[in-house]
């Protein structure tokens, strides 16, 4: 069973709109959470994190919204370019037990 | 290069070979992790390195699956007796000491079996 979910396979995004990335877990133990992207032949690349005693955190144009209660964190980019097409996963890590677990992905568009 | 390299990019395998995949991670990284990711999915851990101990193996598959980090920098999947469900994406990332720090990935080595 998935331990992280990310139900939108794919979206679609005007240039210069916000873009919203959703991501929902499971076990409340984990405590850190982390964004990658991930262009076509490339590995993944570090993007944004988030640690559970936080709500919220920024770098730039991405912020990353954590709600505990819910067991859900998202990712925004505003405003979106077109250089932010690619895949999106979500990632969780439990108390630094040294194994990230992936969420299946979301491939994001931004259309000119 | 400054960022970690994997060799074969692409691997094309018959039934029952055996594979090995390298990885080269960044210069001084202490640990080096192994993930697969299928079509479609998000890459599944498969293990861990700190240095040449391999702390985490709990995510290979089977028996069939193998690593190993010698001298505590370039690491080798290995994958006896291939089948048609190990066909993947095989991603080997550093960081630098392990814990909360970045894990750098490399491209990847795309296997498919026959």
């Known amino acids: 069973d998935q331990q992280v979910k990310q139900n939108s396979p794919s979206l679609s995004v005007q240039e210069g709109r916000i873009s919203i990335l959703n991501c929902d877990y499971t076990?409340?133990?984990?405590?850190?959470f982390l964004w990658y992207k991930k262009y076509p032949a490339e590995g993944p690349t570090f993007l944004i994190s988030i640690s559970s005693i936080k709500d919220k955190n920024e770098d730039g144009r991405f912020t990353v919204f954590l709600n505990k209660s819910a067991k859900h964190l998202s990712l925004h980019i505003v405003p979106s370019q077109p250089g932010d097409s690619a895949v999106y996963f979500c990632?969780?890590?439990?108390?630094?037990?040294?194994?990230?677990?992936f969420g299946q992905g979301t491939r994001l568009t931004i259309n000119p | 290069g400054a960022g970690v390299s994997q060799s074969p990019r692409y691997k094309v395998a018959k039934r029952g070979q055996d594979v090995a995949l390298r990885c080269d991670p960044i210069?001084?990284?202490?640990?080096l992790f192994w993930y697969q990711q299928a079509l479609g999915q998000g890459p599944e851990f498969l293990t861990y390195?700190?240095?040449?101990?391999?702390?985490?193996k709990s995510g290979l598959p089977s028996d069939r699956f193998f690593a190993e980090r010698p001298e505590g920098s370039v690491s080798t999947l290995k994958i006896q007796r291939t089948q048609q469900e190990d066909s993947a994406v095989y991603l080997c990332a550093s960081s630098l000491a392990g814990g909360l720090d970045e894990q750098f990935f490399g491209p990847g080595t795309r296997l498919t079996v026959l």
């Open positions: 990632a969780v890590d439990l108390q630094g037990a040294q194994k990230l677990v």
């Open positions: 390195f700190q240095n040449e101990a391999q702390l985490d």
């Open positions: 076990n409340s133990m984990f405590d850190y």
């Open positions: 210069s001084g990284h202490v640990s």
